[in-house]
């Protein structure tokens, strides 16, 4: 054996001890990680952490309750599958995205706040024509629609109107700058069907309901005719 | 001088056949094994009882979930009929052609045409008309390529044993979320137990769910996979979000 050799073999053995010698620090192998209350060891697992004391938490919290409905809609609600790059959840884009959709929830309820000024304002004038109002106020759901909602995919003979169908002419499908805000409508409405759709009123909004975001909501939508 | 670099060359060479890489500890096999199992079967049918946290704006972290009965037959045959804890129920059917989506309490269903692969027509379901259907990705035949990303940072936590079936539970780490199997030892590699936690989401959200018995050959006749609106159903539009163009 040269020296070359020897020496090899030596560096390889002691550098094996160092690697046993890592493993074992480590924790190594199958179920050597980590202390059950103790901090991460190594490479391992840690298992203590906050909620694995699985303490119900002590002292009230501060600002009350929240009332209402738990909303059910999340991230996590989609199940994906994560990923290197791209896929899973994106949260910087979703949260885009639900910044998007409270700006266009303050835009209907600006929206529907000038309707409603406007409509009293008309009332309030001796002289104004409820048709050239009805004709305003038709014209102007169509600007909006058109404005926020284009059609898409087939044709399919649907009765849906204005904010859903005047552009999209009753498609299956229709897409939207964002999904519709209304996971309930903000009132007891009043619930008319007309040619086989259920609008439901509140007011002057009217709605019929649609899939968005994986669950059945409401769109705001022209009244049907006749109303 | 010339013989100790040779000598520390000589030596790293013999540590590289005898000590195995950090980390590979057969994780990343058990994962491809269950990932190439799932996309190859032509059959096959699953009950998944899921869990999910939604934070809410109180900062309050709840859980809801649902049980999922998923049904597919490839390529073009798929059924995914849905309980709500709360007892809403819904569902998805693709026949080939259509995608059908029901909601029985609410009686209203919409239909898309998507003629292709249940692939393709799922694909569509979640990515373009943004509807909901988790675990998606265990029904897509290529599982394989989907997980390729995030397999090589498998590692086994520890053979641990879930009611009386002994599983390998193996984590992998995603760019935006991590995700932990269980996947049984014995017989089939196909998923017990699947935990995603979305950890650059607020208050990083779980998803949990159970998974079994699974059947890789289910009674699967065409009936299944046709769709019938329920009584005084009504059809209602399916709303996407308009991608790519600017409001």
Redesign the interface.
């Known amino acids: 054996m040269t020296?070359?050799?020897r020496?090899?073999?030596?560096?390889?053995a002691t550098?094996?001890v160092v690697?046993a010698d890592d493993v074992g620090a480590r924790g190594g192998?199958?179920?050597g990680?980590g202390r059950v209350a103790g901090a991460r060891v190594g490479?391992g697992?840690a298992r203590g952490g906050a909620a694995a004391g699985g303490s119900f938490g002590q002292g009230q919290v501060s600002?009350g309750?929240?009332g209402g409905a738990?909303?059910?809609?999340?991230?996590?609600?989609?199940?994906?599958?994560?990923?290197?790059?791209?896929?899973?959840?994106?949260?910087a884009g979703?949260g885009d995205?639900q910044a998007e959709r409270q700006e266009r929830v303050e835009e209907r309820r600006e929206h529907y706040q000038q309707n409603a000024d406007t409509r009293q304002e008309r009332r309030d004038g001796a002289g104004e024509d409820w048709q050239d109002y009805g004709t305003a106020r038709r014209e102007d759901w169509q600007d909006y629609a058109e404005d926020?909602y284009?059609d898409?995919?087939?044709d399919v003979d649907?009765p849906?109107a204005a904010a859903?169908?005047v552009a999209?002419g009753a498609?299956?499908?229709?897409?939207?700058?964002?999904?519709?805000p209304y996971w309930t409508v903000p009132c007891t409405p009043e619930t008319i069907v007309v040619g086989?759709?259920?609008y439901y009123r509140c007011d002057s909004a009217w709605y019929?309901?649609?899939?968005?975001?994986?669950?059945?909501s409401y769109?705001m939508t022209n009244p049907p005719a006749g109303y | 001088m010339r013989h100790a670099r040779q000598a520390v060359l000589v030596a790293a060479v013999l540590l590289a056949t005898i000590v195995p890489a950090r980390g590979d500890d057969g994780a990343g096999a058990r994962v491809q094994a269950m990932a190439s199992l799932l996309a190859k079967a032509q059959r096959l049918s699953v009950t998944i009882d899921c869990a999910y946290d939604v934070l809410q704006d109180s900062g309050e972290k709840i859980e809801f979930g649902e049980r999922r009965v998923v049904v597919l037959r490839r390529p073009d045959r798929a059924r995914v009929d849905v309980t709500r804890r709360d007892g809403a129920r819904r569902g998805v059917v693709f026949d080939g052609k259509d995608l059908a989506v029901f909601d029985l309490d609410q009686k209203v269903y919409a239909t898309v045409s998507k003629p292709g692969t249940v692939d393709a027509a799922f694909d569509y379901f979640v990515n373009d008309l943004n509807m909901r259907l988790p675990l998606r990705e265990l029904l897509k035949s290529d599982l394989p390529t989907v997980l390729k990303d995030v397999v090589g940072t498998a590692r086994l936590v520890a053979s641990e044993r879930l009611g009386d079936v002994a599983t390998d539970h193996i984590a992998l780490r995603g760019a935006t979320a991590d995700m932990q199997l269980w996947i049984p030892r014995d017989g089939d590699p196909l998923p017990k137990r699947i935990v995603i936690t979305y950890r650059l989401a607020g208050g990083q959200p779980r998803f949990e769910a159970d998974l079994g018995p699974w059947n890789l050959a289910p009674d699967v006749p065409d009936s299944l996979f046709t769709f019938t609106p329920a009584a005084g159903a009504e059809r209602i539009p399916v709303l996407a979000p308009r991608r790519g163009k600017a409001r």
């Open positions: 020296i070359t050799l020496c090899a073999a030596v560096c390889a550098l094996l690697a192998g199958r179920g990680g490479g697992f600002g309750v929240q738990y909303n059910g809609r999340g991230p996590a609600a989609s199940g994906r599958f994560p990923g290197r790059s791209g896929g899973g959840y994106a949260a979703a995205w926020h284009e898409h995919v087939d649907h849906y859903v169908a999209a498609a299956a499908v229709a897409t939207v700058a964002a999904p519709p086989g759709t259920t019929v309901r649609v899939y968005s975001d994986g669950d059945v769109a």
